[in-house]
């Protein structure tokens, strides 16, 4: 215990000393937070639109101006020949192109369903579905307000369908809720985990590895004395995350805060270890920084955070059941959004559980103070 | 306190140290004396219990180091050839972390290091990491005796040290022979070897002698020679196809030449090499050093 205190009171002092570190530890999670949330987002503003106005009538003018009046899009230009709108969208310049047919106000005047032509750009197929999807639904408020105009009778029954919104279209806010929680999980997880592998190869570096090998300090000190500041910086973190999330967010937490801290609890031992793993392996920080960042890179990716796992083929779905940011990523959305209890959890705790116990012995077992290779 | 027997390691197909025999008595002064990559630290690490060997034994303390790693750590004292501190912590903070790791109060007074902390508590807030080379050796040697060790593993302690400090830091080590550590001390400096009380010459993982300085001097049997003129370097290769030549080495702006003959004398090489058109050479008889014998022994 004495050693153990003894080494915790010089990482203690390292860390305090560390300005760079310091500064890290309190700028990453609300930076991260605060520009990724905003960043990273699949609702789609600013397309570039053209309307083809072949009709030039009151109601055709009354439709530009409400995709002008749109904040998903930029009116590029009204004209009234379809060439050259399409000659722009080959250019790149555009991004849907909507043709008006001539004899639109007539037609509708006349009980007939004029035919009106949404063209996207889909060579980024996502961005054409929802552009074209944007512009139904402006289409269909506009279209709503049109048969009132021109009183035709036709409004409630047929443009019903703006009341069905999916998911997809959901304004930014639920996009925010859903991807904060995970990235809480993905900043708690690089920042701990390469603080941890980093600072024991740096001991390598500096030769003072050395100095712990030769003394009497047993491998369980050693390994307790590394990890338990990581662990208290990576709980640190979560702290400083959960209060961006809730007051600069205004995101309410839902969920069992507790019942995070002992997951968020379990998994730190997890990534620590696994840091000091790497650590074992590699000689020089760069060497532990690469190593660390190819497989978290990985994990992070196919963790559920950015894309949707279910949209994953099966095979890597299987492959994320040993993929522990997904654990963490779904348990923290589940806790922070859904409110979910230890009963609900409980294979998620029992996983993670087993994870750290395996991780932690082969970190102990591969930890040896004296070399017998090379 | 030291026994080394057929000692070997080697490290893929490199022999670093091959069937090396070694007895150190207690609280002797010794020092391991040989060219870098000689196996200096690689015998070093075995013996702080930092490496296994590949065969043969080497027990400290009487203690196996492949059996009975951590009775040993608990009674050394190991300097690597690296400075090993905490470069971000002070020289106070160095001192009581491994004070505490080893259970021990650190006693400013305690006459293990009373000489060496008065040197180095001027600068106790100064983080090691910007200390003066010789500061930092001497901090180190604090660390290392502040647990009051028996045996005292110093690899290559005043490699990079100014002379003064280097001074300095043997007149310390001559000091504990009176406080019952017995000391392994490597250098590849010659002029450091004359402040053991006994040394081992090591060569490619080889021991090549073992005895105390004085002795190994009195071993050298030839005559030997100083050889200068204005342009030294020019008489190597002459020298060296002189048929009594042994030998013929530089040594700073001076030559050290060894004869086969014992009855040739300064005489005969003047005239050699005049005969070959060198003049104003300075010949004289001189008393071999300990470089001289080890650069005998490493020919032969």
Redesign the interface.
Known sequence: M??V???L??EF??IK??TFILRLLILVPILQLCILSQAINFEMKNLNLIVVDLDKSPSSELLSKKFQASRYFILREITHSQTPALQEMEDNKVDLVIVIPTHFEKELRGGQSPVVSFVADAVNGMKAGLAANYAANIFMEAAGELAQQLRLPITAKSFNIQTTYSMWYNPILEYKTLILPGLLAVLVTLVSGLLAALNIVREKE???M??M?????AKWQFIVAKLLPFWLIGLFEITLGLLVIRWVFQIPLVGNLALLYAFCGIYMVLILTLGLLISNASRTQAQAMFLTVFFFMVFILTSGVFTPVESMPSWAQTLNKANPIAYFVDVCRRILLKGATFEHLKTSFLSMASFATLSLGLAIWRYK????D? | MVQIENLSRH??SVQALDNVHLHIEKNQLFGLIGPDGAGKSTLFDIL?????PSSGTARVHGFDVQTK??QI??R?G?M?G????????SVL?NIR??A????VAFEESSPLIRDIWQQIAPFKHRPAGKLSGGMKQKLALC?ALVHKPTVLLLDEPTTGVDPVSRKEFWEMLQTLKSQNITTLVSTPYMDEANLCECIALIQNGKILAINSPAAIVAQFEFNLFGVQSAHSNALINPLRQFEKTQHCFAFGKMLHLTLKDACATEKDIVEFLEKQGHKNVDVWPMKPGIEDCFIELMQS
């Not at chain 1, 103070?369 to 017998?372: C, G, L, P, R």
């Not at chain 2, 505490?100 to 259970?103: C, P, R, S």
Request: aromatic fraction near 12%; include cysteine.
């Open positions: 004495r050693i205190l003894a080494l009171k010089k002092l390292q000393r560390n500096m030769g003072t050395e100095q090998n030769v003394s009497p300090i103070k004296t070399h017998v090379s | 490290f893929g702080a219990t930092l490496r296994l790693a951590n750590r608990k050394i190991f690597p690296q400075f090993s501190l905490y470069q971000d912590l903070e972390f491994f505490n790791v080893y259970g660390c």
